[in-house]
């Protein structure tokens, strides 16, 4: 849990981190996060190994520089009202990080409704754009709490299309299908297995295998040599504390 | 025109497309008239926000088109979400895009528009209308049909009107409003202050000015008529209002003691009984 030169990072940090990665080698491309750590991962991206990255500021402006959380940007890049977020969808320069509140082991992800579509135990958003997203850019995913009601063995309502029904779909499906990652509070994650199901890339400084298991609602393997996620470097630590987030926001997301 | 004499010419059992996008920019006047009239059975196509809240709390909506319903700072609708677990309002979830094409579709004069978005996600099962088409061309590609959402009426709110049915934005934001009119046989716009043409200019270039009177039957003027939700750069979202909004949604006394506090009267007795409440809150 060292951030190199006696500065620790906390959790939150470590994932912020992990998010900003996701969005390494993009090159020019949307940076969309939604949630606060993943926000925090992008600007932090652009920050140091992503300067390219385009960054919106929650409305409808692209934003030249890099504010702080909740702070207005001083110079304003682009225009890009829902419409046009729309049309950048679709043209594929975009990566976003949605959030799920279940996702399964093909990576099919719900923020719908749970239980029985026609009448549901619990409303949630509806699908919002998640199935544009899916099937058009790259979408990674942020668990701020990884748990067996979230990672689920089968989600109740596909939002988010994950590989299987990508493939079931057909090729008009699976021409700009990809989800690169997902980042929880406890571990990296991704598809890269020739069955496209979950596999872990690295586990979070501190995290055992066997916490990470029994937070799964499905069978999770944790490979013995298994990477431990990357620490924060000093600079990214002082970039988190100082400059994006100084108000610490991303500690009601994630503790620790 | 006033809110009343709009909600006038619609009819139950009527398809009405609302404006805005979530907790911004909804034609709340308007809605709060509906709310006063006798029209039911509708079909209400959507954005989501607090507009589909009090017309779903109201009763007064058979069907729902939607890809979503919030309030943004609050991220579930009270209402709506009620309405979803008690399975009494049918609902058509779609995808943010595909609504889009719908609408687009519907503004063209097309039975539908070719879209990837929906494929293999159950959007497609639970709307077991949904048709696929594929592709004439070379690529051979089986696309979502989504059809044409064709609109009785819209209702929208701008920043500013004249009074032949022009209607111009001052925000960052269109967002649909203007596909809502262009979709629609009949569309009234809400203004927060009518102005002559001439008194567009000082708002904005003309991409600011997105509605057509061409195809805009009633313009209201409407100070406040977006509240509780936001209509910047007039005003931001009431968030003490929502706030109280969403709280007296968790139960049916502290309901009713909100609507009859708020909605028991016309839109004058509305802005009195706001202003009561933000000096009880100051």
């Known amino acids: 849990m060292s951030g190199g030169r006696g500065v620790s990072a906390g959790r939150a940090e470590v994932c912020v981190v992990a998010c900003a990665e996701a969005w390494r080698g993009d090159g020019e491309v949307l940076a969309s996060p939604m949630g ?13 190994f992503a300067p390219d990255l385009l960054l919106t500021d929650g409305e409808a402006l692209l934003m030249a520089d890099v504010p702080a959380l909740g702070a207005r940007p001083r110079a304003v890049e682009g225009w890009l009202p829902f419409r046009r977020h729309l049309a ?15 996702l399964d082991r093909h990576g099919n992800q719900n923020i719908s409704c749970v239980g029985d579509w ?48 990508a493939a079931a779909a057909g090729p008009s499906a699976t021409r700009f299908h990809r989800i690169p990652r997902v980042v929880t509070d406890l571990a990296v994650l991704d598809f890269e297995t020739p069955d496209r199901t979950m596999r872990v890339r690295s586990l979070h400084p501190g995290v055992t295998a066997a916490e990470l298991q029994a937070a799964t609602g499905f069978a999770l ?10 620490p924060p470097s000093a600079e990214e630590l002082r970039l988190i504390r100082e400059v994006i987030d100084p108000d610490g926001l991303r500690a009601r997301e994630v503790r620790g | 025109m006033t ?20 907790s911004r920019r909804k034609p709340m006047a308007l809605v709060r008239a509906l709310l006063r009239s006798d029209v039911r059975d509708l079909t209400v196509v959507s954005y989501g926000g607090p507009d589909v809240g009090l ?12 890809a979503f319903a919030t309030l943004d700072s609050i991220p579930l609708e009270p209402h709506f979400r009620a309405a979803r677990q008690r399975g009494d309002v049918e609902l058509v979830e779609l995808d943010e895009a595909m609504f889009m094409w719908g ?3 519907a503004a063209h004069r097309l039975p539908f528009l070719p879209v990837r978005a929906g494929l293999g996600s159950d959007v497609m099962t639970v709307n077991p209308c949904l048709r696929t088409v594929t592709s004439p061309y070379e690529d051979g590609e089986e696309l979502v049909a989504v059809p044409a959402l064709t609109l009785d009426a819209a209702l929208v709110h701008l920043n500013r009107a004249d009074a032949r049915g022009n209607a111009q934005y001052l925000g960052p934001d269109p967002y649909f409003d203007d596909l809502f009119c262009e979709a629609a046989r009949e569309a009234y716009v809400s203004c927060e202050r009518l102005v002559d043409s001439a008194g567009f200019a000082e708002g904005g270039g003309p991409q600011t000015l997105l509605v057509q009177r061409s195809c805009v039957n009633g313009v209201i003027e409407a100070p406040g008529g977006a509240h509780f939700t936001s209509c910047v750069p007039d005003y931001d979202r009431d968030e003490a209002f929502q706030a109280a909004y969403a709280a007296a949604a968790a139960g049916p006394g502290a309901w009713r003691e909100f609507a009859d506090r708020f909605l028991s009267g016309d839109e004058d007795a509305y802005r009195a009984a706001v202003d009561d409440f933000t000096e009880g809150a100051a």
Do not use: C, F
């Not at chain 1, 679709?90 to 959030?99: D, E, L, Q, S």
């Not at chain 1, 393997?221 to 990357?230: A, F, I, L, Q």
């Open chain 1, 36 to 48: 606060v750590v993943p926000t925090i991962g992008a600007r932090l991206a652009r920050l140091t």
């Open chain 1, 88 to 102: 950048v969808v679709a043209g594929g320069r975009r990566h976003v990080m949605m959030g799920a509140a279940q």
């Open chain 1, 118 to 165: 026609h009448r549901p135990d619990r409303q949630l958003l509806g699908v919002r754009g998640a199935p544009a997203n899916t099937l058009n850019n790259p979408t990674s995913y942020w668990i701020p709490r990884h748990s067996p009601r979230v990672l689920v063995e089968k989600v109740d309502m596909v939002s988010g299309v994950g590989y299987d029904r």
């Open chain 1, 221 to 230: 393997e944790v490979p013995r040599d298994v990477p431990r996620t990357r």
């Open chain 2, 3 to 22: 809110a009343d004499e709009a909600v006038a010419h619609l009819e139950s059992g009527m398809t009405v497309g609302i404006g805005g996008w979530g």
């Open chain 2, 55 to 66: 017309l779903v709390a109201a009763g007064r909506v058979r069907k729902l088109v939607a």
């Open chain 2, 103 to 105: 609408l687009t579709a």
